[in-house]
């Protein structure tokens, strides 16, 4: 058995709070509701105001706020402010006028109705009539049982735990770190200098809850921020936008935006930088913004304001693709580090919360690939061909290989790593023939990034390349142009689907660290598995590990929505009915028998095979009716498509798997923990009924006279819905490996295969401390919840096979695992043959 974990994880001990309550008043609420309406002529004041702006300053710019209510014409606005101090009504109003400035004076489409309104309302705030609505009491946020009393109970619960920590410090690996707040539940230490590069660590809080018990846990995420400590680039672009940090005062930061705008003038456009009016405004509230350094000035000479001495001191955060600066600083904290910080975090929230405790395993199968050991080359490359044939069912799949003459050598190693991988196919049951094709200008930047632009090198790419009967495969050799105006990539998937060919890049330039004369092998050896996993390829499930397990047996359905899906050929329009918001989509995938179907609404088909369905996509995205028939297909959530796998696996076995996040649980209400908390359960994971409908088509079903299974995953850290975790140390002192699924209470938590990288294996070793410079990779929890079992189901083997599942893609050779199980990920990557706008988030 696998040794155990230990989750991030601390429960609740106190229990009882004071909370402050501020009501919004009436007259306000009038006039706000006048302003909303003259900025918008289609609002209707039954509906939620917009507010979001006015939300991010009083959360960004106040201390202990735990909720900021929403407001509409009969809201009950007694507690619209919520806070664990006596609120400040005079910054209040301040803010409140800010905000007022910048959403309706300041705004481009402002009319002068608006304006006058806007003045009006700003008139009217004054901090004596503010304060005349604050009202407290004493509150129990947690039950006996350790569910939630209040609503504020996971906000008010973690601000407070933040807020306990600000100014403390703690030893760490021979430094000392003091935390500092840095925003609503988090806490950031003094900046560290490493050879003129500076980086922090930081610590963030969320209260969440585990079904069906809906106990409340308190959990930690500890992060490491790299600062921009240097610009080596005059002229600098900035691909988004950069929340710099600020030192407002000792243990505390706030957040300001800096926000990239443009100069266009008859021969050239000039880039500059400023910040957000409403946060430098802010600023104001607390300190005279007259010396504050302009956001250019910041960005250009950034070694000036990093320092510890500096004033002010502002802190750039670093993301990958600033361009403009160097940084050697690793990224990712440790196992070793993990550990640290929960002991040393545990003495000072003593009187708080205590910690969770220890995690078993459960036994779980995992995917075996056939090694060199137990058998000879051959043998797995015909293993390979067999599966590829079965998961396709087709006997030939033709490959074309797309450069210029000066990439033939990497068009030679493409061509050698799928011989390597496959083996000749010459005479075997399924044929791989491949072709080198010369891409001339088609790869050629593009003039610009809008429709037309696009479309035109689709035409030239339908001119210029034969239709085939039958999808093909095209490996495209391109210089990596990610993120220029003139990207050619969108296009060349769109005008190869056109000629029915899936479409894979690969960057000519990437070169092998150790070998800087050859494309990197893994690099190519991803690029050729991913152009055969969008023809359905996986790898195959050995029998001899899954036979005793009976879900292996089932298909496995995905349910899986996209969201914000805003077509290009929209871009110009500034229409907001020209983005479909969400579009359901489904995978069935069968372990055993290799075969990928898609549905979706919008396929003339019921189902398509995987490749059908990628390029249907592209063709389906660039019609003119695609917003709408997303919209008519999204109106009724999953429903109809869950009665009919209920119907489809009356005697058969089949398995739904859907990611919990906050778009599925709006079209699927019955996955959120307060739905599965009030279901009547049979037995554990076999409730008499669920709810499967959203808020427009509510409805409640019983599925146990159906051989359909449900489960629920919530992913990593990411969400902060899932606790992070540190591993046992072993008689050598260092942190043992973890892997497979651990059960707590009624929840599994999945823990991908080992990574053979370095990343991975320092990481339960060392630390920052120890050397800067090194990067740390971790395998972060899956969460996953049977929604619904049959009586006699085992969960512990439904959800080992769920596990399996992320073990059966093969485009990641440096992981042995994907994020997602095999459907839900097939799912998720359908999105890239969209042509959008945006990436599909």
């Not at 601000?159 to 703690?170: H, M, P, Q, R």
């Not at 910040?275 to 910041?298: L, M, Q, T």
């Not at 210029?404 to 050598?409: G, N, Q, T, W, Y």
């Not at 709810?691 to 079903?701: D, F, V």
Request: proline share 5%.
């Amino acid at each position: 058995m696998n040794s155990p974990i230990y989750p991030m994880t601390f429960i609740p001990k106190k229990r009882n709070f004071k909370l402050y309550y501020l009501a919004f008043p009436k007259p306000w609420k009038e006039l706000l509701i006048q302003l909303q309406v003259s900025a918008n002529k289609k609002y209707n004041p039954e509906y939620y105001m917009k507010l979001f702006g006015l939300k991010a300053c009083l959360n960004g710019w106040l201390d202990e706020v735990v909720n900021v209510g929403n407001m509409k014409a009969n809201s009950d606005d007694s507690r619209w402010f919520v806070s664990l101090n006596e609120p400040d009504v005079h910054k209040i109003c301040k803010i409140m006028k800010i905000w007022v400035t910048a959403e309706y004076e300041l705004n481009d489409k402002a009319t002068s109705e608006t304006k006058a309104i806007a003045e009006k309302f700003k008139s009217e705030i004054d901090p004596d009539v503010l304060r005349y609505g604050i009202t407290s009491e004493e509150v129990c946020l947690f039950n006996e049982d350790g569910t939630a009393a209040v609503d504020y109970a996971f906000d008010a619960f973690a601000l407070y735990v933040a807020n306990s920590l600000n100014g403390k410090t703690i030893p760490f690996f021979g430094q000392k770190l003091t935390f500092s707040n840095c925003g609503l539940k988090k806490l950031v230490s003094q900046p560290i200098e490493y050879k003129g590069q500076y980086y922090s660590y930081g610590l963030e809080f969320s209260v969440q809850t585990t079904p069906p018990q809906r106990e409340c846990m308190l959990l930690v995420f500890p992060s490491v921020k790299r600062f921009v400590s240097n610009a080596w680039k005059k002229k600098i672009y900035l691909k988004e936008n950069i929340n710099a940090l600020v030192k407002m005062s000792e243990n505390k930061y706030r957040v300001m935006k800096m926000k990239q705008r443009k100069n266009i003038d008859e021969e050239k456009t000039e880039y500059f930088r400023d910040w957000n009016y409403a946060d430098k405004r802010c600023y104001g509230i607390y300190h005279s913004i007259d010396a504050f350094p302009a956001a250019d000035e910041v960005l250009k000479s950034p070694e000036i304001y990093v320092g510890k001495n500096a004033v002010p001191q502002i802190l750039l955060p670093y993301k990958f693709g600033m361009d403009f600066t160097n940084m050697n600083i690793g990224t990712g904290v440790s196992v070793k580090e993990k550990c640290e910080f929960y002991h040393q975090l545990t003495p000072l929230l003593k009187d708080i919360a205590e910690p969770m405790g220890e995690v078993q395993s459960v036994r779980a199968i995992h995917y075996k690939k056939p090694d060199k050991k137990q058998f000879e080359v051959a043998d797995i490359q015909k293993m390979r061909r067999e599966r590829l044939k079965v998961c396709t069912g087709r006997d030939k799949i033709t490959l074309e290989i797309y450069g210029h003459d000066s990439d033939e050598p990497l068009k030679n190693a493409i061509m050698e790593d799928i011989c390597q991988y496959f083996g000749d196919t010459d005479g075997s049951d399924v044929k791989i023939e491949i072709e080198k094709r010369s891409i001339g200008s088609l790869g050629d930047m593009m003039n610009g990034k809008s429709y037309e632009d696009h479309l035109l090198r689709i035409k030239r790419v339908q001119e210029s390349v034969e239709k085939s009967a039958e999808i093909k495969g095209a490996v495209v050799i391109l210089k990596n142009t990610s993120e220029e105006k003139g990207d050619p990539k969108a296009a060349l998937r769109a005008g190869f689907a056109d000629t029915n060919r899936l479409t894979q890049f690969i960057v000519p330039d990437v070169l092998d660290e150790k070998a800087k004369d050859k494309p990197s092998k893994s690099r190519i050896h991803g690029a050729v598995l991913d152009i055969f996993r969008q023809f359905g390829y996986t790898e195959f499930a050995d029998n001899r590990n899954t036979v005793k397990n009976p879900a292996c047996a089932a298909d496995v359905i995905g349910v899986y929505a996209y969201q914000t899906l805003r077509p290009l050929w929209a871009a110009e329009s500034k229409s907001p009915v020209l983005t479909a918001k969400f579009l359901p989509a489904y995978v069935t995938f069968n372990a055993r028998s290799g075969q990928v179907k898609a549905e979706c609404g919008l396929f003339d088909e019921r189902e398509l095979s995987y490749p059908e369905a990628l390029i249907a996509f592209s063709k389906l995205s660039r019609k003119d009716d695609f917003v709408d028939k997303c919209n008519q297909v999204a109106r009724g959530g999953f429903v109809t498509k869950l009665l009919g796998l209920r119907d489809l696996y009356k005697e058969s076995d089949g398995l739904v798997l859907v990611s919990c996040n906050g778009l599925t649980r709006n079209l699927w209400h019955g996955i959120s923990d307060t739905s599965i908390s009030g279901y009547n359960m049979k037995k554990p994971f076999v409730p008499e009924k669920i709810k499967i409908g959203n808020s427009i088509s509510e409805r409640t079903e019983a599925f146990t006279d159906s051989h359909l299974r449900i489960i629920r995953l919530r992913e990593g850290v990411s969400t902060l819905e899932v606790p992070d975790y540190y591993t046992e140390i072993n008689a050598k002192g260092d942190f043992t490996r973890a892997s497979g699924v651990y059960r707590h209470k009624d929840v599994f938590w999945g823990i991908d295969l080992c990574p053979n990288n370095f990343e991975f294996k320092d990481s339960y070793k060392k630390c920052r401390a120890d050397k800067p410079t090194l990067n740390f990779d971790e395998c972060a929890l899956m969460e996953y919840y049977p929604l619904q079992l049959r009586g006699e189901d085992d969960p512990k083997q439904w959800v080992g096979y769920a596990n399996l599942l992320r073990e059966l893609m093969p485009e990641n050779p440096s992981r042995q695992s994907v994020r997602l199980p095999a459907p839900l990920h097939l799912a998720k990557l359908m999105s890239e043959y969209f042509l959008l706008c945006d990436k599909e988030k």
